[in-house]
C-alpha cells in the first residue's frame, strides 16, 4: 500500500518562496509519475505540476510556469515543489500524487493519480 506524505506548507507574502515536499513509502516509488495538485475553497482540484516517472519531463499548469519547478529524487522517494513569486491566487491545499499506472507518458489529469496525500496548506497574503 502506498502512503505519501506532503510538508512545506505555511502563510507567506506575495512574491515569497516556498518548498513542498513528498515523502513516498509502500511501492516501486521510481516506476510511477507524481504530480501536484491543489484545491482552493468552493473550487476543483486542479493540476499544479508533473513529473515523469524517470525525472526527465515535466509539465506545468499555465498559472504556474516559470514559478514553479518540480522535481524527484528517486533514490529518497521524495517529491519537491519549489514555488517562487507567490501570488494571492496560489492560496490553496496541496496535494502529491502517484500515477495509477507505471511508466506512462506525461498524464496532467487527476483521474489518473490514484493515491493521494493528506495535503498540506499554503496561505499567500498581499
Known amino acids: 500500500q502506498v502512503r505519501l506524505v506532503e510538508s512545506g506548507g505555511g502563510l507567506v507574502q506575495a512574491g515569497d518562496s516556498l518548498r513542498l515536499s513528498c515523502a513516498a513509502s509502500?511501492?516501486?516509488?521510481?516506476?510511477?509519475?507524481m504530480g501536484w495538485f491543489r484545491q482552493a475553497p468552493g473550487k476543483e482540484r486542479e493540476f499544479v505540476a508533473e513529473?515523469?516517472?524517470?525525472?526527465?519531463?515535466?509539465q506545468y499548469a499555465g498559472s504556474v510556469k516559470g514559478r514553479f519547478t518540480i522535481a524527484r529524487v528517486n533514490a529518497n522517494n521524495m517529491v519537491y515543489l519549489q514555488m517562487n513569486s507567490l501570488k494571492p491566487e496560489d492560496t490553496a491545499t496541496y496535494y502529491c500524487?502517484?500515477?495509477?499506472?507505471?511508466?506512462?507518458?506525461?498524464?496532467?489529469?487527476?483521474?489518473?493519480?490514484?493515491?493521494w496525500g493528506q495535503g498540506t496548506q499554503v496561505a499567500v497574503s498581499s
Open positions: 500524487a502517484a500515477a495509477k499506472l507505471p511508466r506512462t507518458g506525461i498524464l496532467a489529469d487527476p483521474t489518473s493519480f490514484a493515491t
Open positions: 513529473v515523469s516517472w524517470t525525472g526527465s519531463s515535466t
Open positions: 509502500g511501492r516501486t516509488f521510481s516506476n510511477y509519475n
